[in-house]
């Protein structure tokens, strides 16, 4: 263990608490000491620290007991990462694979830009969940605020609550799937039916997150396309 103070150890497990050791040295031992063996990691009062388990490549499980700060799990590749309490800005923020589940609530931009994996949030999320999403999937059990999935260029979103202004604004590929009200749609944005294929990503996504809704309560909501190409004449005023 080196230098690093451990609460408790066991043969597959370790226990850190974050007011006995740093932060620096728990993400670092993360980084870099996984291959000793442990599979379970447990951090302690984590008290709303900022960027606690970024930067994760292996597959390990951790275990953040309490509110997480700015950035939790970002980065993310192969670990599955419970939090069980609220995130701040940015939870798995650029996320490639794995798993991230909040059991609580969750800031702005949560999973922005996230290329793969799964992000769950029991809660609501705020402002622009998804943004720039570009192929991971996130499934929110509350509602999600205004610019969710703004400029999403690929991935899935379930929403099992209700979501704000702007929905969707500038879409590319990605698809949304709302149970709840939507506030308003984006520019570009539009709802359409659902496929079998649709209710099978839902039934899928919702068994994964641990959610038992009805897939045939969710409407989908995709780009209309009309923005992929520059109009010469809109800006013309023709």
Request: proline share 1%; net charge negative; aromatic share 6%.
């Amino acid at each position: 263990m080196d230098s690093l103070t451990a609460s408790s150890t066991t043969t597959d497990s370790i226990t850190f608490d974050l007011a006995q050791t740093s932060l620096r040295e728990i993400n670092h031992y993360l980084h870099h000491n996984l291959a000793r063996g442990e599979k379970k990691i447990h951090i302690l009062n984590p008290d709303g620290a900022h960027n606690i388990a970024v930067g994760l490549n292996a597959p390990v499980d951790v275990e953040i007991l309490g509110h997480a700060g700015y950035y939790a799990a970002s980065m993310n590749q192969l670990a599955n990462v419970a939090i069980a309490g609220n995130v701040g800005t940015g939870v798995a923020e650029n996320m490639m694979s794995g798993r991230v589940h909040v059991k609580g609530f969750a800031s702005v931009s949560a999973g922005a830009s996230a290329h793969g994996g799964l992000l769950i949030i029991d809660g609501d999320a705020s402002l622009r969940c998804g943004i720039s999403l570009k192929g991971a999937d996130i499934v929110v059990g509350g509602s999600v605020g205004s610019f969710a999935a703004f400029m999403a260029q690929a991935g899935r979103i379930v929403v099992c609550g209700n979501a704000g202004e702007a929905l969707g604004d500038s879409l590319y590929e990605a698809v949304i799937y709302v149970r709840g009200e939507i506030k308003s749609l984006g520019a570009d944005a539009q709802i359409e039916s659902m496929s079998e294929a649709d209710y099978a990503t839902v039934a899928e996504l919702l068994a994964k997150a641990g959610f038992s809704y009805n897939p045939q309560d969710f409407k989908r909501v995709a780009s209309a396309k009309q923005l992929y190409h520059w109009n010469a004449d809109a800006v013309a005023g023709g």
